[in-house]
């Protein structure tokens, strides 16, 4: 397009009334608009302030990717289809050509824009809201599209030449950042079938304007929508918003032409195709250049850059000529199998700001989620490479009447007579409808328990469903079949039950309590049905209020907890080992959500450590996915069991859990240490037949010393196979002062030359020995005296509540208290400040102890 004008986008489009009267979250009115001149000069995009990240921002964003999730799994008990977790509902696609202009100032020229040239490009029309609403009610719709061809370095390190855009149909947006999103989003997961009862509460907010304008927008064609990208993005060396504004004159004609209420319930998709079949569409693409940061804020785009002050120019026109954009194969094909993530594209065109920092992770865990359940594997997912991937082109879509579209086409009919019923009665026949679906065989599957409160009818009831359909549903897409439990309800009611069981902390007293017990097991009742004989001795019984009580009447300020053996090896007589692993992988989830639900309810007492379905490694690395990505919930670090089926952690079957937990610790703020508790358990071996035997040659009870044993083996499978040399970020806390591993260290060491040096360097800087069981102040000196591990290196433990009624618990914390060998200092750096030390930055409570 040689010569082309570079224009202003007209403002005609706009129609949105009273936006430069946005009240934003803090009540102060919205920046733009004064009287003062723009500066005329463009701020680069990695200026100081262009970009501020809260502290708290990534937990945040995680828990705004779960919520849409959910929305996702919702939407699937009603359409028994996983949609997107947003502009979910399809209203065509089409393809055609996306055209640089030549002669661009510097300024525009930049990124994808430097240069001249004709793209190939493909784009679908959407409806954004979270669930499948009527077209003819007022909503806000998008576009996003891919363009082929595209040189330069990705973001995401991709060879794909394709930069994504993505666009919505007003320019400023209600998810404003990570926190109103997440309080707008709660409030819909609150009211997913009483929309009015929404509606209400988001028109009651400081932020009503934007909070309300989805509903408030022109009810207008697609083709004669503007569309604004809200957030803004690097161009090239700049920064800036952009636009898609309609450009032929048939479009513009269309600008005043709304959809009626009487219009039938598919009239968007339905006029869209006549309109492409009939004309050429076009549209001018356009940049907005960032000039004034106090007036185009980066972070909250609940603000609009005002057009008139700071103006959109054409950089491009994208144009499709006259084609069906209803094609049953093109939309399936978009819906199910591809992604427009604005992440996927060139390092110059990086999105900036706190709502792209959201959709960067929520996108990405939509479309997983989405693959999931629809049957698809990972590799199924499809980053078409050009036109020649789309399928489908030039099949004729079939046109299908409603026969009765009166009944459902208007939204007094499909929306007021039923939602706005806000009685009793009518709430009952939403709910009603709604656990129909969820009863349906297909939800089965992802909802096999259902929920306990079909109707909550408070905000506990409503904690505890959400608990209960998060744990099913993630089970689910995590692949993990918990009915082949036979005690999974009841397992996930007492998980769901602990907050409103919770007990009164004033009957315990902590105020001179300091010391953290690093070595304690919880022991649901459904766990200890398991195995009621633990290591030869019954499983004592625990429950959160004895464990509190004991920790209040022995100074322990915090206590980190993990599953004991077995762990989620408690199916070791089960003969078919497929079956056996199913059942392994459900007991780790459900242990570990009860670990984890327990610690989000007493953070200031409890922390835990996730246990893995192991042996089977790479289930297991999904499972610590799903642990960490918890928020605020998160595990401290992994629990391991000296065998798993007859496998000691120094197998090469485990490297690459070793390899996940070594890159986490890299990608760790604070002191990028994970933690790996080493716990012992019964030696097993596993037959050639599969068939696993317990090969404790002893008749005594493993607990007498078979245990210390086993400590041994595992450091030394650690040791042999260099697992504890080759991955350096991973401490590795050893039970009971190492076991038998002291009295025989020299000796094993002999048959590594190569590697003895730098294993006594890790035994003395990167084990952690705890004092459980009878370790003071006897057992110790074969760690300080025989192998001369540091007083640093030592932590303290009780094996609560295993430990009461073997040994003398409290005259094992007395031998530490009141050993004449070590100072106070020392007493104190074992009791408490070197497992500060070990987590620090992990344990918040911990984090704020003081000398």
Request: glycine share 8%; with cysteine.
């Amino acid at each position: 397009m040689s010569g082309t004008k570079i224009e202003t986008c007209p403002m005609g489009y706009h129609r949105i009334e009273n936006i430069h009267n946005g009240r934003v979250a803090s009540g102060t009115i919205k920046a733009g608009g004064q009287d003062k001149k723009a500066p005329g000069t463009y701020i680069k995009w990695n200026a100081p302030g262009v970009e501020h990240i809260p502290d708290d921002e990534e937990e945040k964003i995680k828990q705004v990717s779960a919520q849409f999730n959910r929305f996702q799994m919702m939407n699937f008990n009603e359409h028994m289809h996983c949609l997107r977790g947003t502009h979910l509902k399809t209203q065509g696609c089409v393809m055609g050509k996306f055209t640089v202009h030549d002669n661009l100032p510097e300024h525009l020229a930049q990124g994808m824009f430097a240069k001249p040239g004709t793209y190939d490009v493909i784009m679908r029309y959407s409806s954004l809201t979270p669930k499948i609403l009527p077209d003819n009610l007022a909503a806000p719709r998008g576009i996003g599209m891919k363009v082929f061809g595209i040189e330069g370095e990705k973001i995401w390190g991709e060879d794909k030449k394709t930069q994504d855009w993505t666009f919505n149909n007003y320019p400023v947006l209600e998810l404003r950042d990570p926190q109103t999103t997440y309080d707008i989003a709660d409030a819909l997961e609150r009211n997913w079938n009483d929309l009015p009862t929404f509606a209400d509460e988001q028109s009651k907010r400081v932020d009503a304007d934007v909070a309300t304008l989805g509903g408030q927008l022109p009810k207008q064609h697609m083709v004669a929508m503007p569309e604004y990208s809200q957030s803004a993005y690097r161009h090239g060396a700049y920064v800036a918003k952009y636009g898609v504004f309609p450009a032929s004159q048939f479009q513009k004609d269309l600008e005043n032409t709304e959809v009626k209420d009487s219009d039938p319930i598919n009239i968007l998709s339905q006029t869209l195709r006549t309109h492409h079949l009939n004309n050429t569409i076009s549209y001018s693409f356009c940049a907005q250049l960032l000039q004034d940061l106090t007036e185009q804020p980066i972070d909250d785009i609940g603000i609009e850059w005002d057009p008139k002050k700071y103006p959109f120019e054409q950089i491009a026109t994208i144009e499709f000529p006259p084609q069906d954009s209803w094609l049953p194969e093109f939309r399936t094909w978009w819906d199910d199998r591809i992604t427009v993530n604005s992440w996927h594209g060139l390092k110059e065109h990086q999105p900036l700001g706190s709502t792209n920092r959201m959709r960067r992770v929520v996108y990405a865990e939509s479309r997983k989620l989405r693959l999931k359940v629809n049957g698809y594997k990972e590799g199924d997912y499809v980053e078409p490479e050009g036109l020649g991937d789309v399928p489908a082109k030039g099949v004729e879509a079939p046109q299908l009447d409603l026969k009765y579209q009166s009944a459902v086409t208007t939204a007094g009919a499909a929306y007021d007579n039923d939602n706005n019923n806000n009685s009793d009665q009518g709430r009952l026949q939403r709910s009603a409808r709604h656990n129909k679906h969820c009863n349906m065989t297909n939800i089965m599957e992802a909802y096999p328990y259902g929920k306990p409160y079909p109707t909550p009818s408070n905000g506990t009831q409503h904690d505890e469903n959400k608990l209960w359909m998060q744990i099913q549903y993630e089970a689910y897409v995590d692949g993990i079949d918990l009915t082949v439990l036979p005690f999974a309800k009841e397992a996930i009611a007492s998980i769901t039950s602990l907050a409103s069981n919770a007990v009164d902390m004033q009957e315990f007293d902590f105020s001179t309590s300091r010391r953290v017990d690093t070595h304690t097991h919880p022991i649901p009742d459904w766990f200890r049905a398991l195995e009621l004989n633990a290591a030869g001795r019954a499983t004592p019984s625990w429950n959160v209020s004895s464990h509190l009580k004991f920790m209040s009447e022995h100074s322990i300020a915090h206590s980190v907890l993990c599953i004991s053996t077995p762990q989620a090896n408690a199916f070791l007589t089960e003969k078919d080992e497929a079956l056996r692993k199913k059942k392994t992988l459900a007991l780790a989830r459900l242990l570990n959500c009860f670990a984890a639900e327990l610690c989000r309810i007493y953070p200031e007492r409890f922390s835990w450590m996730a246990i893995m379905p192991l042996p089977h490694v790479q289930e297991s690395i999904t499972e610590l996915k799903r642990m960490f990505g918890m928020v605020g919930r998160q595990p401290v670090g992994v629990g391991v069991l000296t065998n798993h089926e007859g496998l000691y952690p120094g197998d090469p079957a485990f490297d690459p859990l070793w390899v996940f937990l070594q890159e986490r610790a890299g990608k760790a703020e604070g002191s990028g240490k994970e933690v790996v508790f080493v716990h012992p358990t019964e030696p097993i071996i596993k037959l050639d037949d599969g068939r696993l035997i317990n090969s404790r040659p002893s008749p005594l009870r493993s607990g007498l010393g078979e245990f210390y044993f086993e400590t041994a083996r595992a450091i030394s499978s650690l040791t042999a196979s260099s697992t504890i040399v080759t991955y350096p970020s991973l401490h590795f806390r050893i039970s009971h002062g190492a076991g038998a591993f002291p009295d025989i260290s020299e000796r094993f060491l002999l048959g590594f030359p190569e590697i003895s040096s730098a294993a006594r360097e890790a035994y003395k800087s990167r084990f952690w020995y705890d004092s459980a069981g009878p370790v003071w102040p006897n057992q110790i000196k074969g760690l300080t005296d025989g192998m001369g591990i540091p007083i640093r290196q030592m932590v303290f433990g009780t094996d609560y509540p295993y430990g009461i009624g073997f040994w003398d618990v409290d005259a094992n914390i007395n031998g530490l208290a009141w050993s004449g060998e070590l100072g106070f200092e020392e007493k104190e750096m074992v009791f408490w400040a070197n497992a500060k030390e070990l987590w620090s930055g992990r344990i918040g409570v911990l984090d704020r102890m003081e000398k």
